[in-house]
């Protein structure tokens, strides 16, 4: 089986400024690039797990995320990082317009992209670690059995009860990648 470091997108691989759906607003967050070419080379498949409702609510459409994704995708390869997948949900249970209004499982802080991503790529969840910066991407990996939870403080209130491991900097994720 495989190990993971899960990332969710906006927050964590690039600065959130809000539906980031373009290249021209979606900037890199500092250290992004060491930390994943660090977990590569330990073996860690690099995972990105992401809510994209801006597309259920109209804002951008998925072909402008795939778009994007596949621009952000080139710009780890150029780092000579491959992001082995991404996983996205569209979905909003209360603001968005069909067919994305719903409640799903793939929807942080369900489960079910995480579940979805081990099951593709044979991920040991006991092995792996989630990188998120908000209560619903801990309670996401909680619910699916990571055993490895950081959260990034940053511009989010969290008051949710989870168990995880709190970091000021993605330099500091280094660290708790085991070999």
Same mark, same amino acid.
């Given at each position: 089986m495989s190990k993971a470091? #899960?990332?969710?997108?906006?927050?964590?691989? %690039?600065?959130?400024?809000?539906?980031?759906s373009k290249i021209e607003s979606f900037d890199f967050n500092p250290g992004i690039f060491e930390l994943?070419?660090?977990? *590569? &080379?330990?073996?860690?498949?690099? !995972?990105? !797990? +992401?809510n994209q409702s801006g597309i259920g609510r109209g804002k951008y459409t998925e072909q402008d995320f795939q778009v994007l994704t596949e621009w952000?995708?080139?710009? #780890?390869?150029? @780092? &000579?990082? +491959?992001? %082995?997948?991404v996983f996205y949900c569209p979905h909003h249970p209360t603001n968005a317009k069909p067919p994305y209004l719903q409640d799903c499982q793939c929807r942080?802080?369900?489960?079910?992209?995480?579940?979805?991503a081990a099951k593709r790529h044979n991920i040991?969840? /006991? &092995?792996? !670690?989630?990188?998120?910066?908000? /209560?619903s991407d801990m309670e996401a990996a909680q619910a699916a059995n990571v055993s490895t939870r950081?959260?990034? /403080?940053? *511009?989010?209130? !969290?008051?949710a009860d989870f168990n995880a491991v709190r970091?000021? /900097?993605?330099? &500091?994720?280094?660290?708790?990648? @085991?070999?």
């Open positions: 470091l #899960f990332l969710d997108r906006d927050g964590i691989i %690039n600065i959130d400024h809000g539906y980031v994943c070419y660090a977990a *590569q &080379q330990k073996g860690y498949l690099l !995972i990105v !797990i +992401t952000m995708k080139g710009k #780890f390869s150029e @780092q &000579q990082i +491959t992001i %082995n997948d942080k802080p369900g489960p079910g992209m995480i579940v979805d040991d969840l /006991s &092995q792996s !670690i989630f990188l998120g910066d908000k /209560s950081i959260l990034l /403080s940053g *511009q989010y209130p !969290i008051d970091v000021e /900097s993605l330099a &500091q994720v280094v660290k708790f990648l @085991q070999d």
